[in-house]
């Protein structure tokens, strides 16, 4: 109790529930008896010193309104700044597969410049077509079958090296496809690993996407398989993350 009987204190001291300090305070304090006093006399006559507080029907429907248009410009301005933050967590990934794609092109060129004299291109060793024959992806993404015409108009080298990679491109080695094929179009290469990306992004946490069996869906999946895709440009004995050649 402070220097005077608040009203809870009063309405306990005229039931007799209150303690002795609040009601030796009231009997010894003119204010707070004349208090008690008007306390009494209201609960005497039924009189409430205040009334239940009623709101008009169309004050109340425009205090719903506001508060639904309210929530409603929140919700959009948390959207809106939640927006450039996932742009922002996709351009590492876009940059990076853009990476990829011109260490491809640059691979591309410098390989055809070798066999062909800058006609065409090899591209991705062997990998095994949808009709199950062996096949070879030759320039941009034609499968040769050994022995092919394709292969026949093919210019001739001399060199030993450049006998060695006609040999690996044509000879028979498919094999089944492999899981750095995210999408499953017979190519590992950098839209595989911008689909990791994607999902690593969404916190899709696949097993068939854990590329390098950390238990988890990130970048590092992602660059693993653009560092694969790089990898089978340089070859056919280059090794992918999941074992095959």
Do not use: F, K
């Amino acid at each position: 109790m402070g220097e005077h009987a608040d009203e809870l204190e009063l309405e306990l001291a005229r039931t007799g529930e209150g303690d002795d300090d609040v009601r030796r305070h009231v009997e010894s304090c003119a204010s707070c008896r004349t208090r008690l006093d008007t306390l009494r006399a209201a609960v005497r006559t039924g009189v409430r010193p205040l009334e239940p507080l009623e709101i008009p029907a169309d004050l109340d429907d425009a205090m719903v309104r506001r508060a639904r248009e309210q929530g409603t410009a929140v919700r959009r301005r948390l959207h809106e700044r939640r927006r450039p933050s996932a742009i922002r967590r996709l351009i590492p990934w876009a940059a990076a597969a853009g990476l990829a794609a011109a260490a491809l092109a640059w691979l591309a060129i410098r390989e055809g410049s070798a066999v062909g004299g800058g006609r065409s291109a090899v591209g991705a060793g062997p990998l095994a077509p949808t009709d199950g024959q062996p096949a070879a992806v030759v320039g941009r993404d034609r499968p040769v079958h050994p022995g092919g015409p394709t292969a026949d108009r093919r210019p001739a080298c001399p060199e030993p090296a450049c006998r060695e990679r006609s040999r690996a491109v044509e000879g028979p080695t498919a094999v089944p496809r492999s899981a750095d094929d995210i999408n499953a179009d017979g190519r590992i290469d950098v839209l595989d690993a911008y689909l990791v990306a994607l999902a690593a992004d969404r916190g899709d946490d696949t097993a068939a996407l854990d590329r390098n069996r950390d238990g988890l869906v990130d970048r590092r999946d992602a660059e693993r398989i653009a560092m694969a895709a790089v990898a089978l440009h340089r070859g056919p004995d280059v090794e992918t993350t999941d074992g095959h050649r």
